[in-house]
């Protein structure tokens, strides 16, 4: 959470500081490079993003499904399902036990997105997508997504980035379309 409250910080600032003035009306961009490949980065993609993505995945003890609606306004709401299950041992033989709800990880959420081109630690560019968002738990609003992963690709059908359950290609591809979870 520490780390997290960090990030957000060091983006609050690097925002900021992005921005100079320098006595014209025209900003002067503290990174003109990055500024440029952002508002690229954008235009090639936004069209692509925008729109209703779904995402479901099962494996041996976990089994997830998200789906995401990205707005053209920087908005975003979404609804994941995750679900776990443990191998017990009953008489001598392995089972699984029936699957369960991930604490914290189950429900609606509502934030922001947007894609920026950064450099890494190493000074290389990335492409990135940042998704920030808060379950809809007016009683308890937990963060739900503070997250910038490296942005793969968008197009009709397919939206790519770093997730939480990557492929064995590395990255998470999203279909295009509304869905419910299979289970």
Known sequence: MKTMKIWRL???????LSLTSCGSDEPQWADPEAHEKTEQLREQYTPYIVGTWHYEKTIEKQRAFER?????DGTLNGRRKWQS???????GQE????????PDENGTFTGTWNLVWERNSSGVGENRIILYALWDDEDNPIIAYSHNPLFGYADATTLQFAGHWQNSDGWTSYERGEAEPSF
């Open 85 to 91: 299950r443990k191998v017990v041992t009953i008489d």
């Open 68 to 72: 995401m609606t990205f707005n053209a």
């Open 95 to 102: 089972q699984y036990t029936d699957w369960e709800d991930i």
């Open 10 to 16: 060091a983006f609050a600032m690097l925002a900021a």
